[in-house]
């Protein structure tokens, strides 16, 4: 659950009674939201806000001690606050800040009632823009904290504190190098590091080692096992390829373990075939579905975006191709991948089968675990990054896929996908480099995936 710390301005000439108004209405929004919050005892400063630079400090002492207990901070400026002490309170909070302000009421305008934080806002996004501070809006200027508007907002800005403290010290797993014939594959690790985020390579050779060491007669492979045949229909893969399958989830769990990470990318092919007669499709689905986001082909910047993405919504995220054309659709296509998408994001359990294209040109019995079937239809929010001259460059934008139906003979697990104007942003998205990998997952998240990128982390954005 994404937890706030609330705050309260104030200024001593202004009417303050305005303050215990608006506590009660933002902790009722706040917990309307789905959210939590923390609040500094009442009794610490009048009426428990911040009104001069020692009040600030006050306040700024309570955010120190409840370190790592909020996920951001919510200004609440129920009439013409004070910014020095905004400044002093907030300056070193290391979250995301929404500065809220209560509107002025007509009725209300007499010198008891007027709370003139219309221009008060103004006043300390001025010193916070001059202390370089960053911080988020609400889309109104003034906005009643218990309207549906404000609602919308504490949504969308839980969305962002849960991007921002999800790629924030964020690790990847790196399982395996880049198949050399994947170039569009290609990310820059120390462009990543200035952002935070920290890439650790294993060799395949580790993880095969530790697939093979796994024993098989213990209670958490006889677990793995049970889950593995619960989690999709697994009634036609042979006895062997299930037993390889476990092993390779064993692995994984040991990998995130060690790192203390949730997000990983794999090397998915051809060595698993050769040397392993598995496809990793299930594993990655099944990890995803788990919570430990893992992208496909060691695509770190879709591991990335997929962080992301699944953050903002809550759901997973899948790791998809751009692949098809739908008819003569110029705004629809098809949204594809062998089988690495997890149940939640499809029609229904999936069917785990051979790797067509393995099977094709090495054989049978090699590549068992596609997960096979169909993505719902949802809204959706796609996404996909690259490293490109010591940045990161990113592009977002909301879709939706349509549920339209694709013919019983495609080879794996795809959806049709309905995105305004798509013909210009592919043209875009092809002008500028970008792979044709994209990062997706449930809702429409657009808005709080630009606002995290551009406030908090500092990535370069592609406008489609």
Known sequence: MTTFALFYGNRAFMPDDVIDEARPQLEKAVKDAGCDFISMDVSLTSHGAAETVAEGKIYAKFLEENKGKFDGVIACLANFSDEASAIAALKDCGVPILIQACPDEIGKMDFAGRRDAFCGKLAITDLFYQYGIPFSLTQSHVVAL???????????????????KGLKNLTI????????????????????????????????????????????????????????????????????????????????????????????????????????QISVCNLISELNDRGIVTACELDIANAISMKALSSAS????????????????????????????????????????????????????????????????????????????GKIVAYVDNGIFTGDPIEDGYFGTGGVAYIENMQKKLYDIAKNGFRHHVSVSSGQNKDAMLEAYKTYIGFDIMEL
């Open 146 to 164: 218990d309207g549906d508007e404000f609602q919308r907002e504490l949504k969308k800005f839980a969305a962002v504190c849960r991007i921002v």
């Open 173 to 276: 797993a790196s399982i395996g190098a880049r198949v050399s014939a994947f170039k569009t594959m290609r990310f820059d690790e120390l462009t990543a590091q200035k952002y935070g985020i920290t890439v650790e390579t294993i060799d395949l050779s580790d993880f095969f080692l530790r697939m093979k060491s796994m024993d098989s007669s213990s209670k958490e492979f006889a677990d793995k096992l049970e889950f593995y045949k619960n989690y999709a229909n697994c009634t036609k893969v042979p006895a062997e390829s299930m037993d390889k399958m476990v092993r390779a989830s064993l692995a994984a769990d040991q990998i995130a373990a060690e790192l203390e990470t949730d997000c990983m990318t794999i090397r998915c092919w051809d060595e698993f075939q050769r040397e392993m």
């Open 314 to 389: 809550q759901d997973p995220a899948m790791c998809l191709d751009f692949n098809n054309n739908y008819g003569d659709d110029p705004n629809k296509c098809i949204l594809f991948h062998c089988g690495p998408i997890c149940n939640t994001l499809m029609t229904g359990k999936g069917e785990i089968v051979e790797h067509k294209m393995f099977k094709k040109t090495m054989g049978d019995d090699v590549s068992w675990g596609v997960n096979q079937g169909y993505i719902k239809a949802m809204p959706m929010t796609y996404s996909s990054a690259k490293s490109d001259n």
